[in-house]
């Protein structure tokens, strides 16, 4: 992780209250500092008195000081997105807490949000959040309509399996596997990969099944063995505490978190206590623009602060 303990304000950053930014998929914790100062959301959760801790997850170029794997081990990549809502993020949630001694507000953009509302789902990391922010929120991808995120959904027929058949662990959209499976995806009829960082994702499970599950490892032995069924078991979204405080938002030209597919996780939160929900729709906001976005910090990050000061 990083740490901005204060913005330009200064003050004691000892009595600053802690914020977690958690990255999306194909990405790391640059994500919340491509902007100008005034315009990334560190940067400006920094000015207005947060705490603001960043994450770099699994995969990344910060996370290569594996204590006995090298990143071309195989085994360096046995993992899915699974064990990030499993392990990695109440681990870093709760090093925040330990840290700082005090609960924290998160932020998370895509696959951060998909990887918290697993969590969020089966009761963790609630006892030690006061509140979420998620942006561009993934919980279902059945209506995505970006062409290349459907190509290459279609592509992987299972967990990894394509990879596996090349004989590659790594997924890396710069190297010569990357590149060449990226050219013949941008090839298909009717994909444009102009905007490659917001059509592409890793999270093709979900649009193929149309559900969240915990890891598929392949047949009904296997999944047997580690969960004792046939199936791996789905997260459900309704589980999630009705009293946690939720802010999402999500945009009505985006491609990947379809306005239909963010209505299926609000049927989810039908329940959730009326005064612990707020929604916001931003109509002109493709994916990228809640992170890039030059006039984000008016129409998204002044709210969100605003969430965050009403559960502190």
Same mark, same amino acid.
């Given at each position: 992780? $990083?740490?901005?303990?204060?913005?330009?304000?200064?003050?004691?950053?000892?009595?600053?209250?802690?914020?977690?930014?958690? $990255?999306?998929?194909?990405?790391?914790?640059?994500? +919340?500092?491509? #902007?100008?100062?005034?315009?990334?959301?560190?940067?400006?959760?920094?000015?207005?008195?947060?705490?603001? +801790?960043?994450?770099?997850?699994?995969?990344?170029?910060?996370?290569?000081? $594996?204590?006995?794997?090298?990143?071309?081990?195989?085994?360096?990549?046995?993992?899915? +997105?699974?064990?990030?809502?499993?392990?990695?993020?109440?681990?870093?949630?709760?090093?925040?807490?330990?840290?700082?001694?005090?609960?924290?507000?998160?932020?998370?953009?895509?696959?951060?949000?998909?990887?918290?509302?697993?969590?969020?789902?089966?009761?963790?990391?609630?006892?030690?959040?006061?509140?979420?922010?998620?942006?561009?929120?993934?919980?279902?991808?059945?209506?995505?309509?970006?062409?290349?995120?459907?190509?290459?959904?279609?592509?992987?027929?299972?967990?990894? *399996?394509?990879?596996?058949?090349?004989?590659?662990?790594?997924?890396?959209?710069?190297?010569?596997?990357?590149?060449?499976?990226?050219?013949?995806?941008?090839?298909?009829?009717?994909?444009?990969?102009?905007?490659?960082?917001?059509?592409?994702?890793?999270?093709?499970?979900?649009?193929? *099944?149309?559900?969240?599950?915990?890891?598929?490892?392949?047949?009904?032995?296997? #999944?047997?063995?580690?969960?004792?069924?046939?199936?791996?078991?789905?997260?459900?979204?309704? #589980?999630?505490?009705?009293?946690?405080?939720?802010?999402?938002?999500?945009?009505?030209?985006?491609?990947?978190?379809?306005?239909?597919?963010?209505?299926?996780?609000?049927?989810?939160?039908?329940?959730?206590?009326?005064?612990?929900?707020?929604?916001?729709?931003?109509?002109?906001?493709?994916?990228?623009?809640?992170?890039?976005?030059?006039?984000?910090?008016?129409?998204?990050?002044?709210?969100?602060?605003?969430?965050?000061?009403?559960?502190?």
């Amino acid at each position: 992780m $990083h740490r901005i303990p204060q913005g330009r304000g200064g003050g004691n950053p000892g009595k600053r209250q802690p914020v977690l930014l958690q $990255h999306g998929v194909l990405m790391d914790g640059l994500t +919340w500092l491509l #902007n100008p100062p005034q315009q990334s959301l560190a940067f400006v959760l920094a000015d207005n008195g947060f705490d603001v +801790w960043i994450t770099h997850g699994r995969g990344t170029r910060w996370s290569h000081r $594996h204590e006995s794997l090298d990143t071309s081990d195989p085994a360096y990549w046995a993992w899915s +997105w699974d064990e990030l809502a499993s392990f990695d993020l109440p681990a870093t949630v709760g090093f925040v807490v330990q840290q700082t001694g005090q609960k924290l507000h998160y932020v998370g953009v895509t696959f951060g949000t998909l990887t918290a509302l697993s969590a969020f789902s089966e009761g963790k990391l609630v006892d030690k959040i006061k509140s979420a922010a998620l942006l561009t929120p993934v919980a279902y991808l059945t209506y995505m309509t970006t062409p290349i995120g459907v190509a290459a959904a279609s592509a992987f027929s299972g967990e990894g *399996r394509m990879l596996g058949a090349l004989g590659v662990a790594e997924f890396d959209p710069k190297g010569a596997v990357g590149t060449n499976f990226l050219e013949s995806v941008c090839a298909m009829p009717g994909v444009n990969c102009y905007d490659l960082m917001a059509s592409f994702t890793a999270t093709y499970k979900l649009f193929r *099944r149309g559900v969240i599950t915990k890891y598929d490892h392949g047949s009904s032995m296997a #999944n047997m063995a580690a969960y004792g069924q046939s199936s791996p078991p789905e997260y459900h979204m309704p #589980n999630i505490p009705h009293h946690l405080p939720l802010l999402l938002s999500y945009g009505g030209g985006d491609m990947l978190s379809d306005v239909k597919d963010v209505q299926l996780l609000l049927n989810d939160l039908s329940n959730h206590d009326a005064d612990k929900l707020v929604v916001q729709l931003v109509k002109e906001y493709a994916h990228l623009d809640f992170v890039m976005g030059v006039n984000a910090k008016q129409v998204v990050y002044d709210g969100l602060i605003a969430f965050f000061n009403n559960h502190s």
